[in-house]
């Protein structure tokens, strides 16, 4: 639904530095999410990779079992976040998991030129679905992307799903989302009929959407056990000159980081 503004996704990089680590060492657009310790969190999440990489995956036959960088994005749909992935970051060790309820969806990844099961693993899966297995073990990602796939979901089934990929998250990985605001042009344009609980509605299609607030997110993440790094609103004014319509956008984005080295446990 939001496939034309989506479609350059040159933005995907500049916001999302972490999909494409070697193009952005010298990017500077966002010192906020920046610490004075970087270098030697880039050199302890490096070690840890490695580790990980080496002591976690038993299975050699699985798909990316000797990368080194594994990315999960859910919701991919045709792939318009894994393709640019895939070109952008040439990392050797990277692998790019990609999933999305829609088998269709999933056949339309899989049989697009670009992509190589060398690099690649895309698969059907229902996010709402804790019980689901995924083809990666606790503990190996890098990096899980959600791009307006949250506020898909039920309400109720949010937290878990959260919660469960927080597992697979290793030691310094991190959660990116990028997803509805409240009171998003989308949202005030809905009629009454389409409310189905507080902030969700169903679209024409039969499709549901939530819009959260950073405090909603926030707790979403830090319950499952996650540090902020980043949570913001992004307000932005598009202008359809062809309808001459002015639309106030309202999106947020985070970034969620699972503890770089977990605290050791004290007996007694």
Known sequence: ?????????????????????????NNDSHPQVSGADDSQQDSLEREQ????????????????SSATYRILEVGCGV??????????????GLFVYCCD????AVELVKTNPEYDPGRCLAFVHDLSDVEANYPVHDGTLDVIVLIFVLSALHPDKMQASIRRLARLLKPGGV???RDYGRYDMAQLR????RCLSENFYVRGDGTRVYFFTQDE??????????????????????????KQLTMYRVWIQCKYRK???QPAKTEG
Do not use: Y
């Open 1 to 25: 639904h939001e496939n034309r503004f989506f479609k350059d996704r040159h933005w995907l990089f500049t916001e999302f530095p972490e999909l494409a680590p070697q193009c952005s060492l």
């Open 49 to 64: 990779r490695i580790d990980v990489a080496a002591l976690s995956l038993t299975d050699d036959d699985a798909p990316g």
């Open 79 to 92: 792939g318009n976040t894994v393709f640019p992935i895939l070109k952008t970051n040439n990392d050797p």
């Open 101 to 104: 309820f829609s088998s269709t």
């Open 175 to 177: 959660m990116l989302l």
């Open 190 to 193: 809905f009629k009454k009929g």
């Open 217 to 242: 997110l926030h707790e979403m993440f830090t319950e499952a056990g996650l540090e902020k790094v980043q949570n913001l609103v992004d307000r932005r004014l598009q202008v359809n000159r062809g």
């Open 259 to 261: 503890a770089p080295v």
